[in-house]
C-alpha cells in the first residue's frame, strides 16, 4: 500500500491514518508531525519552519520536498506507506511523482477525504495530543479517561499552537486556495478515492478501507 491522504487540516488524516497502519503495517509519514518533532529539537529546518506553521501558513516547498526525498529512502517505507499532509502544493506533487520514478515505486491512490469548514473548526478546536506517543484525541468526542493522561501511554495531554480559531481559518483558505487544486491533479490521472470523512470516525474508516479495497 502506497498511498497519500489529501483533505483539509481536521478532517481526520491523522487519526485514520494510525488505524490503517496498525491494521497493515506500513509506515506512516506525516509532515506535520515531523516538522513539529524538528521544531522542537531546534534543528536547522525546525527554526525555519516555526514561523511559517505557527502562522497556518505552508512550509516552502523546497524545504518540504528536500525533507521527504530523504524519509522515502529509509527501510521502514519499503513495506509501503501512508503520505499524511504531503503532497500539499502542485509543485510538491510533481516533486513527488519524480521521485517515486527515481525509486521505481508506484503510488496506488491520493484518498481525499471530505469535510465542510464548520466540522473542521469544531474538531480542531477541541484537539488534544500526547506529548509523549502522539495519540490523538478530542476533548468532545473522544476524551481521555483520566483528565490530562493519554489512554495509551501515560503521557501528558496537550493542544497544538496552530489550533487557535485564528490560525485554523487561515489553515482552511491556505488548503482552498494551495492545497485543493491537487483533487483535480489526482483525479486527471484517475488515481482519486473520495472518502466522506464527516461521519464518525469508525463510520470513516469503513468507508476509507472500502474504498482502498483493503
Ligand atoms: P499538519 O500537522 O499536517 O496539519 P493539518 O493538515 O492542518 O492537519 P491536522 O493534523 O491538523 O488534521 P488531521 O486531518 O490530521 O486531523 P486529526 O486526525 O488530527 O501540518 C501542520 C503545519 O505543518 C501546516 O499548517 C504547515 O505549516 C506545515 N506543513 C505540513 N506539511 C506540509 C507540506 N507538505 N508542505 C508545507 N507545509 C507543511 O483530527 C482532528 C481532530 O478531530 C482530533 O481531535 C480528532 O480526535 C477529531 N476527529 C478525527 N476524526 C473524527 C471524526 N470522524 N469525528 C469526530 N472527531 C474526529
Ligand atoms: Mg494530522
Given at each position: 500500500?502506497?498511498?497519500?491522504?489529501?483533505?483539509?487540516?481536521?478532517?481526520?488524516?491523522?487519526?485514520?491514518?494510525?488505524?490503517?497502519?496498525e491494521?497493515?503495517?506500513?509506515?506512516?509519514?506525516?509532515?506535520?508531525?515531523?516538522?513539529?518533532?524538528?521544531?522542537k529539537?531546534?534543528?536547522?529546518?525546525?527554526?525555519?519552519?516555526?514561523?511559517?506553521?505557527?502562522?497556518?501558513?505552508?512550509?516552502?516547498?523546497?524545504?518540504?520536498?528536500?525533507?521527504?526525498?530523504?524519509?522515502?529512502?529509509?527501510?521502514?517505507?519499503?513495506?509501503?506507506?501512508?503520505?499524511?499532509?504531503?503532497?500539499?502544493?502542485?509543485?510538491?506533487?510533481?516533486?513527488?511523482?519524480?521521485?517515486?520514478?527515481?525509486?521505481?515505486?508506484?503510488?496506488?491512490?491520493?484518498?481525499?477525504?471530505?469535510?465542510?469548514?464548520?466540522?473542521?473548526?469544531?474538531?480542531?478546536?477541541g484537539?488534544?495530543?500526547?506529548?509523549?506517543?502522539?495519540?490523538?484525541?478530542?476533548?468532545?468526542?473522544h476524551?481521555?479517561?483520566?483528565?490530562?493522561?493519554?489512554?495509551?501511554?501515560?503521557?501528558?495531554?496537550?493542544?497544538?499552537?496552530?489550533?487557535?480559531?485564528?490560525?485554523?481559518?487561515?489553515?482552511?483558505?491556505?488548503?482552498?486556495?494551495?492545497?485543493?487544486?491537487?483533487?483535480?491533479?489526482?483525479?486527471?490521472?484517475?488515481?482519486?478515492?473520495?472518502?466522506?470523512?464527516?461521519?464518525?470516525?469508525?463510520?470513516?474508516?469503513?468507508?476509507?478501507?472500502?474504498?482502498?479495497?483493503?
Open positions: 500500500m502506497r498511498v497519500i491522504f489529501i483533505g483539509p487540516p481536521g478532517a481526520g488524516k491523522g487519526t485514520q491514518a494510525a488505524k490503517v497502519v491494521r497493515h503495517g506500513v509506515a506512516h509519514i506525516s509532515t506535520g508531525d515531523i516538522l513539529r518533532e524538528n521544531v529539537r531546534k534543528t536547522p529546518l525546525g527554526l525555519k519552519a516555526k514561523e511559517f506553521m505557527n502562522a497556518g501558513r505552508l512550509v516552502p516547498d523546497e524545504l518540504i520536498v528536500a525533507m521527504m526525498k530523504d524519509r522515502l529512502r529509509e527501510s521502514d517505507c519499503a513495506g509501503g506507506f501512508i503520505l499524511d499532509g504531503f503532497p500539499r502544493t502542485v509543485p510538491q506533487a510533481q516533486a513527488l511523482d519524480a521521485l517515486m520514478v527515481e525509486l521505481d515505486l508506484e503510488l496506488d491512490a491520493a484518498v481525499l477525504f471530505q469535510v465542510d469548514d464548520e466540522t473542521v473548526v469544531e474538531r480542531l478546536s484537539r488534544r495530543l500526547c506529548r509523549k506517543c502522539g495519540a490523538i484525541y478530542h476533548a468532545v468526542f476524551p481521555t479517561a483520566a483528565e490530562g493522561v493519554c489512554d495509551a501511554c501515560g503521557g501528558e495531554i496537550y493542544q497544538r499552537d496552530d489550533d487557535k480559531e485564528a490560525v485554523i481559518r487561515n489553515r482552511l483558505t491556505v488548503y482552498h486556495s494551495q492545497t485543493a487544486p491537487l483533487i483535480d491533479y489526482y483525479r486527471s490521472c484517475g488515481r482519486l478515492l473520495e472518502v466522506d470523512a464527516a461521519g464518525s470516525s469508525d463510520a470513516v474508516l469503513v468507508a476509507l478501507e472500502k474504498r482502498l479495497g483493503a
